[in-house]
């Protein structure tokens, strides 16, 4: 087994108990506008309505209910704007009003959500339209000044610009129209009509051909659309009802081309009035229409008059003029063109907020502004694919769903006046909880009736009621459970055959739509439900975890099922979770040396303990492939014990977790004694270990011919700072006494005493003149202290090897919580402590005898800590690969952990310290003792 890991990563378990997120306190309301979540709270709590501020956009208004549910109003355009981020929302306006810029008055519209200027008379410019992200179209008129316009609502007329023709320019909420009113064919044929242009200004944008007829304004820094001019529009008088705002009740405009060039450096925006002009029986007033506007949401209408033209965002983009979408069928004789048209419109929704949400109602609402009769006749709405700047006639969206009909006739008359027509979305409502996107078309159901012909607005407003449920349940873990290979990719397995099923819910909508309860089921691998729990204990809605244990379960393949379900009954998708229980050990491995040092009875008469290294082979001998295997380097008999919690390339203790892909594992190690025992566990995939079984082979014990040497040398130590050599009694050679300060008086009657080194205060500490040890390789420490403190706030340091100034190798020393601990480092100024800890507690002023070795081959630090001076069972803990060397010159330190006498200062009595390369036995560490012959200093 390559890992083993629960569900979630980062919470590795094996045992069988795991422990139950605690409930988080609710957060206190926050100030500032109100989320969702927030408002859905107070709707309840209060019984009203209630607005989410901090959801509303310029076309997204989000209201909750008392009983939980949520409307969202969504506009296909803009209808309100903030004037600066965080201000608040006002209604958008596009009359006229007057205003200072730049030093000159000009027209701006009161408040829309673009930076709109027209000209107040007296200059040549005629407009500006920036999108207030740095995008500006300035266009200039070139015959001469500006009159000072006739203001009425959102549209200024400059009357008599060129003779008998007028400019009207109406300002909408992305953008502006100019129509040019001519009145007479002579004024028609005036060379400078005949050739009309515009003037074109742009700043961080580039202007070019959108080849349809229309010109567009790239982001010089966004490379994206961010203005454009769709092909221009024209129509004549022959509808009464005609007029600069609007081609009339039954009648249509015309395309006309847009074309690019310059002229002395500046850029024109030319009309192609040939086209229009050269268009038999025009009945005058003639009106031609360009525009400029910025980008913005969908609504088109699709012409079979015109099937390769693009009417993208409506008849006017900038919503400025007549500002309809028409459908249905315009029989020759009430066109103006003289051609029969079926037409078709689109409203298109940005949807995303609703993605997911379980949809209650929905429903479309725009205005019918004109019937030809007051006879009601069938329109129908459908869900439609998308649409965009491709679609025409020639290239409509599929038709996917009828929605609903309606049967109505408005704005004709007095008798039938202009009315909202709303679409109910009924059975497909689902559709807008479940795309990003929403788009809706208007058919006529007769597209050959010519009552059936209708106008609608451009504007369309989505009214949407939804609630949250909550989401898929996520399985947090299975007791006994991890993944068989990498973590996330199945199978997961289980070794118990009760497991318990930690499963993770929650609800977007919070504590809002109160708690949530998870329901659990198991089926097994043919499908059949073998386990179906009852309802959960109920949990947050903002989230929690659950658990639920299963019945007995026999080894196999099982499928765990849960669903969340929040108050209002909503039911989360299920969630489904493959996993496999397999509680069968596998058989104990077979441990045998690779090397062919050992004779028939497991021995090496030439080998030493902890400095010759052996290489053995773990092998599987059962008919079915390990995962892995555990073996743990002791001396004495077998172990019987294995770590409840493990992985793939760890060392824990004595225990290393070796997993060779299901081939036999190659280890490498040395003798810790004179007798050492290697002992091995298979374990599976459901993590299930072998036990030792007596003659199964799970164990290996070996034995050597040599001990490391017994160190012989001592090193003279010299003190620093107040510390001093006092007389200590002995008792069959161990330390006694009641204090670790003061020494024997000269008189005492002590039968038998020794000299030991007292350090008194900060500052005190003895040294050596040379290193005792490299520290970099295996290594025996020991010695007897006697603390006035064990228990002071910092380490405290016994016997310390210096690996360079400031950055000890390794160290014997009492811990900051008071417990004897031997410490190695694998980088400078003590960076990279790795520790073993005796976790006996320790007394003041009471000798102590510690031992403890650092074992390279084997990557062990073992310690151990007795009152007799002998050695006992050993404290393990794994080490690194390397640690940090000590050079011959580096001292010894004793007492403290720095040259200059501080850091990790010792208070109390130190006896008979030893240093020594090799790994010492439990005896040897005992019989150094009698090898200093009344000398004082560091055995080494």
Same mark, same amino acid.
């Given at each position: 087994?390559?890992?083993?890991?629960? %569900?979630?990563?980062?919470?590795?378990?094996?045992?069988?108990?795991?422990?139950?997120?605690?409930?988080?306190?609710?957060?206190?309301?926050?100030?500032?506008?109100?989320?969702?979540?927030?408002?859905?709270?107070?709707? !309840?709590?209060?019984?009203?309505?209630?607005?989410?501020?901090?959801?509303?956009?310029?076309?997204?208004?989000? #209201?909750?209910?008392?009983?939980?549910?949520?409307?969202?109003?969504?506009?296909?355009? +803009?209808?309100?704007?903030?004037?600066?981020?965080?201000?608040?929302?006002?209604?958008?306006?596009?009359?006229?009003?007057?205003?200072?810029?730049?030093?000159?008055?000009?027209?701006?519209?009161?408040?829309?959500?673009?930076?709109?200027?027209?000209?107040?008379?007296?200059?040549?410019?005629?407009?500006?339209?920036?999108?207030?992200?740095?995008?500006?179209?300035?266009?200039?008129?070139?015959?001469?000044?500006?009159?000072?316009?006739?203001?009425?609502?959102?549209?200024?007329? @400059?009357?008599?610009?060129?003779?008998?023709?007028?400019?009207?320019?109406?300002?909408?909420? =992305?953008?502006?129209? /100019?129509?040019? $009113?001519? @009145?007479?064919?002579?004024?028609?044929?005036?060379?400078?009509?005949?050739?009309?242009?515009?003037?074109?200004?742009?700043?961080?944008?580039?202007?070019?051909?959108?080849?349809?007829?229309?010109?567009?304004?790239?982001?010089?820094?966004?490379?994206?659309?961010?203005?454009?001019?769709?092909?221009?529009?024209?129509?004549?008088? $022959?509808?009464?009802?005609?007029?600069?705002?609007?081609?009339?009740?039954?009648?249509?405009?015309?395309?006309?081309?847009?074309?690019?060039?310059?002229?002395?450096?500046?850029?024109?925006?030319?009309?192609?009035?040939?086209?229009?002009?050269?268009?038999?029986?025009?009945?005058?007033?003639? @009106?031609?229409?360009?525009?400029?506007?910025?980008?913005?949401?969908?609504?088109?209408?699709?012409?079979?008059?015109?099937?390769?033209?693009?009417?993208?965002?409506?008849?006017?983009?900038?919503?400025?003029?007549?500002?309809?979408?028409?459908?249905?069928?315009?029989?020759?004789?009430?066109?103006?063109?003289?051609?029969?048209?079926?037409?078709?419109?689109?409203? /298109?929704?940005?949807?995303?907020?609703?993605?997911?949400?379980?949809?209650?109602?929905?429903?479309?609402?725009?205005?019918?502004?004109?019937?030809?009769?007051?006879?009601?006749?069938?329109?129908?709405?459908?869900?439609?694919?998308?649409?965009?700047?491709?679609?025409?006639?020639?290239?409509?969206?599929? $038709?996917?769903?009828?929605?609903?009909?309606?049967?109505?006739?408005?704005?004709?008359?007095?008798?039938?006046?202009?009315?909202?027509?709303?679409?109910?979305?009924?059975?497909?409502?689902?559709? #807008?909880?479940?795309? $990003?996107?929403?788009?809706?078309?208007?058919?006529?159901?007769?597209?050959?009736?010519?009552?059936?012909?209708?106008?609608?607005?451009?504007?369309?407003?989505?009214? #949407?009621?939804?609630?949250?449920?909550?989401?898929?349940?996520?399985?947090?873990?299975?007791?006994?459970?991890?993944?068989?290979?990498?973590?996330?990719?199945?199978?997961? !397995?289980?070794?118990?055959?009760?497991?318990?099923?930690?499963?993770?819910?929650?609800? &977007?909508?919070?504590?809002?739509?109160?708690?949530?309860?998870?329901?659990?089921?198991?089926?097994?691998?043919?499908?059949?439900?073998?386990?179906?729990?009852?309802?959960?204990?109920?949990? &947050?809605?903002?989230?929690?975890?659950?658990?639920?244990?299963?019945?007995?379960?026999?080894?196999?393949?099982?499928?765990?099922?849960?669903?969340?379900?929040?108050?209002?009954?909503?039911?989360?998708?299920?969630?489904?979770?493959?996993?496999?229980?397999?509680?069968?050990?596998?058989?104990?491995?077979?441990?045998?040396?690779?090397?062919?040092?050992?004779?028939?009875?497991?021995?090496?008469?030439?080998?030493?303990?902890?400095? =010759?290294?052996?290489?053995?082979?773990?092998?599987?001998?059962?008919?079915?492939?390990?995962?892995?295997?555990?073996?743990?380097?002791?001396?004495?008999?077998?172990?019987?014990?294995?770590?409840?919690?493990?992985?793939?390339?760890?060392?824990?203790?004595?225990?290393?977790? %070796?997993?060779?892909?299901?081939?036999?594992?190659?280890?490498?190690?040395?003798?810790?004694?004179?007798?050492?025992?290697?002992?091995?566990? =298979?374990?599976?995939?459901?993590?299930?270990?072998?036990?030792?079984?007596?003659?199964?082979?799970?164990?290996?014990?070996?034995?050597?011919?040599?001990?490391?040497?017994?160190?012989?040398?001592?090193?003279?130590?010299?003190?620093?700072?107040?510390?001093?050599?006092?007389?200590?009694?002995?008792?069959?050679?161990?330390?006694?006494?009641?204090?670790?300060?003061?020494?024997?008086?000269?008189?005492?009657?002590?039968?038998?005493?020794?000299?030991?080194?007292?350090?008194?205060?900060?500052?005190?500490?003895?040294?050596?003149?040379?290193?005792?040890?490299?520290?970099?390789?295996?290594?025996? %420490?020991?010695?007897?202290?006697?603390?006035?403190?064990?228990?002071?706030?910092?380490?405290?340091?016994?016997? =310390?090897?210096?690996?360079?100034?400031?950055?000890?190798?390794?160290?014997?020393?009492?811990?900051?919580?008071?417990?004897?601990?031997?410490?190695?480092?694998?980088?400078?100024?003590?960076?990279?402590?790795?520790?073993?800890?005796?976790?006996?507690?320790?007394?003041?002023?009471?000798?102590?005898?510690?031992?403890?070795?650092?074992?390279?081959?084997?990557?062990?630090?073992?310690?151990?800590?007795?009152?007799?001076?002998?050695?006992?069972?050993?404290?393990?803990?794994?080490?690194?690969?390397?640690?940090?060397?000590?050079?011959?010159?580096? +001292?010894?330190?004793?007492?403290?952990?720095?040259?200059?006498?501080?850091?990790?200062?010792?208070?109390?009595?130190? @006896?008979?310290?030893?240093?020594?390369?090799?790994?010492?036995?439990?005896?040897?560490?005992?019989?150094?003792?009698?090898?200093?012959?009344?000398?004082?200093?560091?055995?080494?």
């Amino acid at each position: 087994m390559s890992s083993l890991a629960p %569900v979630v990563a980062g919470a590795l378990f094996l045992s069988v108990l795991i422990a139950p997120l605690a409930a988080a306190d609710n957060p206190p309301a926050a100030a500032g506008p109100k989320t969702e979540s927030q408002a859905v709270t107070e709707a !309840v709590s209060q019984g009203i309505d209630v607005v989410a501020e901090a959801e509303t956009t310029a076309t997204e208004l989000t #209201v909750a209910h008392p009983d939980g549910t949520v409307t969202t109003t969504f506009d296909n355009e +803009p209808v309100r704007m903030q004037a600066s981020p965080g201000s608040n929302w006002t209604d958008i306006s596009t009359d006229l009003v007057t205003k200072t810029v730049g030093g000159e008055q000009v027209l701006v519209p009161e408040a829309v959500p673009a930076a709109i200027t027209l000209s107040n008379g007296g200059t040549a410019q005629m407009s500006s339209v920036s999108d207030k992200e740095g995008h500006v179209i300035e266009q200039s008129w070139p015959f001469g000044t500006l009159p000072v316009p006739t203001v009425s609502g959102n549209v200024a007329t @400059y009357p008599q610009v060129l003779p008998d023709v007028d400019l009207v320019q109406v300002a909408g909420k =992305t953008g502006v129209s /100019q129509v040019l $009113k001519i @009145y007479t064919p002579q004024a028609a044929n005036d060379p400078r009509v005949v050739d009309m242009r515009v003037y074109l200004d742009s700043h961080n944008a580039a202007v070019s051909s959108d080849g349809q007829g229309g010109l567009k304004a790239t982001g010089t820094d966004t490379g994206q659309v961010e203005l454009s001019s769709s092909h221009g529009l024209w129509w004549d008088s $022959k509808d009464p009802s005609a007029s600069a705002l609007d081609a009339g009740n039954n009648a249509l405009p015309r395309p006309f081309s847009l074309n690019l060039t310059t002229q002395g450096g500046q850029q024109v925006q030319r009309f192609d009035m040939a086209a229009i002009l050269a268009t038999p029986s025009l009945s005058y007033p003639l @009106y031609v229409d360009p525009d400029w506007s910025v980008a913005r949401n969908g609504y088109l209408y699709v012409d079979s008059g015109y099937p390769s033209t693009n009417y993208w965002n409506g008849q006017y983009p900038g919503g400025s003029t007549d500002g309809t979408g028409h459908v249905g069928y315009l029989p020759v004789e009430w066109a103006p063109d003289g051609q029969s048209h079926v037409t078709r419109s689109f409203y /298109q929704f940005n949807t995303t907020p609703l993605f997911g949400k379980l949809i209650l109602a929905a429903r479309v609402n725009t205005v019918e502004t004109w019937s030809p009769s007051c006879t009601a006749r069938p329109v129908s709405a459908w869900q439609v694919g998308q649409v965009g700047a491709g679609t025409t006639w020639n290239a409509q969206p599929v $038709k996917y769903v009828k929605l609903s009909t309606q049967n109505v006739a408005h704005g004709n008359s007095a008798s039938c006046p202009q009315a909202t027509v709303g679409f109910d979305l009924g059975a497909s409502k689902g559709v #807008v909880g479940s795309n $990003k996107q929403f788009t809706m078309g208007l058919y006529a159901d007769n597209e050959s009736d010519s009552l059936g012909w209708k106008k609608f607005a451009n504007a369309a407003t989505l009214i #949407v009621t939804y609630d949250t449920r909550p989401v898929t349940p996520v399985t947090w873990g299975i007791t006994g459970g991890a993944w068989s290979g990498t973590p996330g990719t199945p199978p997961y !397995v289980t070794r118990f055959r009760n497991p318990i099923f930690y499963v993770d819910a929650y609800d &977007p909508d919070g504590n809002n739509g109160g708690t949530i309860v998870v329901t659990m089921a198991v089926k097994n691998a043919a499908g059949t439900v073998v386990f179906q729990g009852p309802p959960g204990t109920p949990i &947050p809605g903002e989230g929690g975890r659950t658990a639920q244990q299963s019945p007995s379960l026999a080894d196999g393949k099982y499928t765990l099922l849960a669903e969340a379900r929040d108050q209002q009954g909503l039911a989360s998708p299920l969630m489904s979770f493959a996993f496999t229980v397999d509680t069968t050990a596998p058989n104990p491995p077979i441990v045998t040396p690779i090397t062919a040092a050992f004779d028939a009875n497991h021995h090496d008469p030439d080998g030493v303990v902890g400095a =010759t290294g052996y290489d053995f082979k773990i092998a599987n001998p059962g008919k079915y492939p390990a995962d892995g295997y555990v073996y743990a380097v002791t001396s004495g008999p077998p172990t019987s014990a294995f770590p409840a919690s493990y992985s793939c390339g760890t060392r824990t203790r004595e225990y290393v977790v %070796v997993c060779p892909g299901q081939a036999p594992a190659s280890i490498h190690l040395a003798a810790i004694d004179t007798s050492t025992t290697i002992t091995a566990w =298979t374990f599976d995939q459901a993590g299930n270990v072998g036990q030792i079984i007596k003659g199964a082979g799970s164990a290996y014990t070996f034995t050597v011919g040599h001990l490391a040497e017994i160190p012989q040398t001592v090193l003279p130590t010299s003190t620093v700072g107040n510390a001093s050599v006092v007389d200590v009694e002995l008792q069959g050679g161990k330390p006694v006494g009641t204090s670790c300060q003061g020494g024997l008086p000269a008189d005492s009657p002590a039968l038998e005493k020794a000299q030991a080194l007292q350090f008194s205060a900060a500052g005190d500490y003895a040294s050596t003149v040379g290193s005792a040890v490299d520290t970099a390789k295996s290594f025996s %420490v020991s010695g007897w202290f006697c603390s006035v403190d064990p228990t002071a706030s910092s380490a405290q340091s016994l016997i =310390t090897q210096q690996a360079g100034a400031g950055s000890p190798g390794a160290a014997l020393r009492l811990s900051s919580s008071g417990l004897a601990e031997l410490a190695t480092f694998t980088g400078a100024a003590g960076a990279g402590a790795e520790t073993v800890q005796h976790a006996n507690a320790l007394s003041s002023n009471r000798w102590y005898f510690v031992s403890a070795v650092y074992d390279q081959i084997n990557r062990q630090l073992r310690i151990t800590l007795t009152t007799d001076g002998k050695t006992s069972t050993w404290t393990v803990a794994t080490t690194a690969d390397s640690h940090r060397s000590s050079a011959a010159n580096q +001292p010894v330190l004793l007492g403290a952990a720095g040259t200059s006498g501080t850091g990790q200062q010792f208070i109390g009595q130190l @006896y008979q310290p030893v240093l020594s390369q090799g790994i010492l036995n439990p005896q040897q560490l005992s019989s150094t003792q009698s090898a200093f012959n009344g000398q004082l200093g560091v055995l080494k």
